[in-house]
């Protein structure tokens, strides 16, 4: 890369040629305040104008966040002119902004906030009528509040980019401006997939989970028998929100939060998941010997089943009829433990800890329903436990390393906790895979082919002792697309896909920790880029450590098939944990 020079208060700096004068002043030592201008450039509308700076030579104040530095350029930050802009532009955002920060759950996380804070922002600087408050509660994965919109337009962009859908956009004009997905449906009323991608961008309470800590709590105070399980990819992104470096992973601690919130019994979805890939191989196995319909396409990842029922109905026989493994286990917790342990299933609350925002859909589908009776009953995201974890006082960075409980669900293995990566479903069926076709345990257990942390298509040909098992990976819908239109087209040369909703997979959910690097002074400049390889490491590095890891040698899991389920793929199995599919109209009726 071409350095060129520059200078910032009057000191000299060589830069990259190819940066905005914000990436610029970074790489300099500089925060200068943005809002609107997100990640490298996905979002830089340059509206918000939170980032003026002065520039001599040039008329006014510019955009720092869409202005390119060039040779000799002589940029002023802390200039009173700069400096009087920067509040005065953040000062009209609070003007119509509905400040309610005490009962906002953005309230520590808070961009808008943060730039206020930095700017000395006045909140009544201006008076401006309040934008209207519109909420939308009616989808189970998310919530929108227009009050609190300060139309950067970062969802619109993330929507478009990573899942090509395209749902957002800006409603009507001017002061009356607000950002909804058309016509101002309902995410329920539209063809979101509810994964959460737009509400991990947003820098205010507009777009956040929909928080379902109320349900928890009514449950401890029922006295139900409250059950937690928690995904693979929580425990890896966990303690960001305690300040541990990206990447820390942290289930001792997490086990012994969880146990200090009350919960009955603390499980490892893990187990969840060398069960989905027990009935998974199974499924591909019958697939390939008898002429089922193929590429069988992997089905835990439930924005992505959202999608394919939106936009590809034709193409839901693919669909593994396996559910997720947070409803197997929940499954299993309300049929066989329940047994086990002499309790009514009524009277089982269990909670699903996700990194997952479309999870909260998927726990509310009927075809998930055993006898009318939801497998899981509450889903929290990272988010939301890390909330529950400060608001019960608890000292996360004190806690003790705990264990998991280990009746009946305790054993794991390194299968399971791949799942939490792009690429890990695929890995974990291929090790029982290569088991089922051999008989034998595969030496070296790691398939590098399928690795990997960021959006995009992999593929592999598996030899596996004269077997050809052709692969692919994608994760995001805009990379999706590119496989299911090969199978609409009749070009797939596949046997199995891994199709995960979220870009990188579930370390990437929309229910994680978000990623600012406003907020993280101690991480990189590329944190941006590398948050996801971090925290993919953190799962590989548990799997890594595991003795057992392969889903077919996890001893609870043969216990379970011979005391309860009979085999893979049984009649019991079908009922407990399987599932179907139906396509759904992009728009309902409003
Ligand atoms: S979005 Fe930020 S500024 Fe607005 S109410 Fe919430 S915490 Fe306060
Ligand atoms: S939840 Fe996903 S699909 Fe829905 S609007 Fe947000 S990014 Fe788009
Ligand atoms: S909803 Fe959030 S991300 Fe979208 S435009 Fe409004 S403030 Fe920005
Ligand atoms: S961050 Fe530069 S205009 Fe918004």
Known sequence: MNKINIKIEGISYQVDENLTILEAAKACGYEIPSLCAFNHGECNQGSCRVCLVEVEGARGLVASCVYPVSEGMSIK?????????????????????NKNCQQC??????????VANITGARDDAFAGVLTETHIDRLAPGLVRDTSKCILCGRCIARCENAQGIGILGYENRGFNTFVAPAEDRSFADSPCIQCGQCVNVCPTGALMEHSEIDKVDAAFKAGKHVIVQAAPAVRAALGEEFDYPIGTPVTGKMIAALRRLGFERVYDVNFGADLTIMEEGTELLGRLKNNG?????????????????????DLLPHLSSCKSPHQMQGAIIK????EQHGINPEDIFVVSVMPCVAKKFEKEREQQKVNGIPDVDAVITTRELARMIRRAGIMFNRLPDEEWDQDIMGDYTGAAVIFGVTG??????????YHALTGKEKE????????GHEAGIREASIDIDGTVVNVAIASGMRSAKVLLDQIKEGTSKYHFIEIMGCPGGCINGGGQPYVRSCFLPNESDDIMDTYKEKRAKALYSEDERQVIRQ?????????LYDKFLG??????????????????EGFNEL
């Open 77 to 97: 930050i802390s200039s009173a002119k700069a400096v009087t802009a920067r509040r005065e532009s953040v000062e009209l955002l609070l003007s119509n902004h």
């Open 105 to 114: 759950d953005k309230n520590g996380q808070c961009e808008l906030l943060h």
């Open 293 to 313: 319909v193929l590429p069988m396409i992997t089905s835990c990842s439930p924005g992505w089943v959202n999608y394919a029922e939106y936009n590809y109905g």
């Open 335 to 338: 049929s066989y433990w329940a």
């Open 424 to 433: 890990g479903v695929m890995e974990a069926a291929l090790r029982t895979v």
């Open 444 to 451: 070296e257990i790691v398939f590098t082919e399928v690795r």
């Open 551 to 559: 889903s077919h040698n996890n001893p609870q899991i043969k216990e």
């Open 567 to 584: 085999e893979p793929n049984s009649h019991k199995a079908h009922e407990l944990l399987h599932t179907s599919y139906a396509a759904r």
